[in-house]
């Protein structure tokens, strides 16, 4: 395969903040960049030099979007379709399967127990007969979707079939996967950057916090065993493979039990919120990466150059007359570096920006992101 190199043109499917943090990543790297984007005000627009402001399944735009040397996407729920019929014409990464795996849960797990990778126990629920005098083995559990969920939407707690029933109902009578609650100790996720079966690197597993089903911090390294650490790269890398990817690919975790057992929990097929640490704290951003996979050249050096962690800034931290937040907390801290999406209304639950906080070692940072976080806050 030959490489891609600069100035050429590469597109991307969706300009939300990962479309943009990939945009600024290319054109440091010397690439041309051109966003498919229908919001007039896509974030990544700002910065690409061309915004095709069109639905993601537009024929004309998607016919420009071909003339690109490459394209890949930002996000996973766009058409796998589009996807496919690019490939056609110019080279692709993920490919258009991949993320039409990563967009159903019923083939995402289907995919990680194929590879030969434990998950949750679970029950795929497609019809209301599905739901059976079976089904209490998984309770307490989780409802979930199998399209269209993410961060905590289409999620529905049960502890009773009748519940599942009722939830089953709540979603509409949409295809769903019911998963049994684990003994969850910790979240963590890992970052592949894969171009071939010999050009695979990881970055450090996250240990991650979630509230309301958001992630709140990325804290690197994790504060977890290094066995367990490499045995997440291990199941990551070996999950990668096994559907053949290229590109960015983000595989979460939870860690189960006293004997701190790993279970997949579900993949995304791009670079991931929890890998935003990567810009600040290590040797190459996932944003590069996905720039170089998708060029056709190895990934770069994922080494950790500072032990850090991520905080996400949603949008309640807006006072409610439009105040902005404390912004001075993180800006005078020395060791934080923020990063604000430019996204023109803040609404709660929407992630408006992240910042960084670099320390000694992982409490520090977990500790030191904390307080910075709470000193954000304008809602007071």
């Known amino acids: 395969m030959k490489p891609i190199l600069p100035p050429a043109m590469l597109g991307i499917l969706g300009g939300g903040q990962l479309g943009s943090m990939f945009t600024v990543a290319a054109k440091t790297m010397g ?41 890949t996407t930002e996000f996973e729920n766009v058409h796998a379709q589009s996807m496919r019929d690019l490939a056609q014409h110019t080279r692709v990464s993920p490919s258009g399967d991949c993320v039409a795996i990563a967009q159903n849960r019923i083939a995402e797990k289907a995919w990680i127990r194929k590879a030969g990778l434990p998950t949750a126990p679970y029950q795929t629920v497609e019809r209301i007969g599905d739901i059976d005098e079976g089904t209490a083995q998984y309770l ?39 998963e049994k609650m684990v003994d969850l100790r910790a979240e963590i996720s890992v970052i592949v950057c894969r171009l071939d079966s010999r050009h695979t690197a990881t970055y450090d597993p996250a240990e991650n916090r979630h509230d309301n089903g958001i992630l709140s911090y990325s804290t690197v390294p994790a504060r977890l065993p290094e066995t367990v650490q490499r045995q997440a790269r291990q199941m990551a890398v070996r999950l990668a493979d096994a559907l053949d990817y290229v590109g960015v690919l983000a595989v979460e975790m939870f860690v189960v039990g006293d004997a701190q057992d790993l279970v997949v929990n579900e993949i995304a097929p791009r670079p991931h919120n929890s890998g935003h640490h990567t810009i600040d704290a290590c040797a190459a951003s996932q944003f590069q990466q996905q720039v170089r996979l998708m060029c056709g050249l190895p990934p770069a050096d994922t080494r950790l150059l500072s032990p850090c962690t991520m905080a996400n800034i949603l949008g309640d931290l807006w006072g409610g007359n439009g105040g902005e937040p404390h912004w001075e907390a993180v800006q005078q801290h020395p060791s934080a570096h923020l990063h604000l999406y430019g996204k023109t209304a803040a609404r709660n639950g929407r992630k408006m920006g992240h910042f960084t906080v670099l320390a000694d070692t992982a409490d520090q940072a977990y500790a030191a992101a904390q307080q910075l976080h709470a000193q954000l806050d304008n809602t007071e």
């Open 140 to 178: 307490p559990g989780i409802l979930k979707t199998a399209t269209l969920g993410y961060d905590g939407k289409g999620q529905i707690r049960v502890r009773t079939v009748a519940e599942v029933q009722a939830a089953f109902e709540q979603h509409g009578g949409v295809a769903c996967v019911l």
């Open 31 to 71: 690439y041309r960049v051109t966003v498919l984007d229908p919001d007039p005000n896509a974030p990544a627009a700002r910065f690409a030099d061309c915004h095709l402001c069109a639905p993601f399944d537009d024929a004309v735009a998607l016919k420009t979007l071909a003339q690109c040397a490459a394209v």
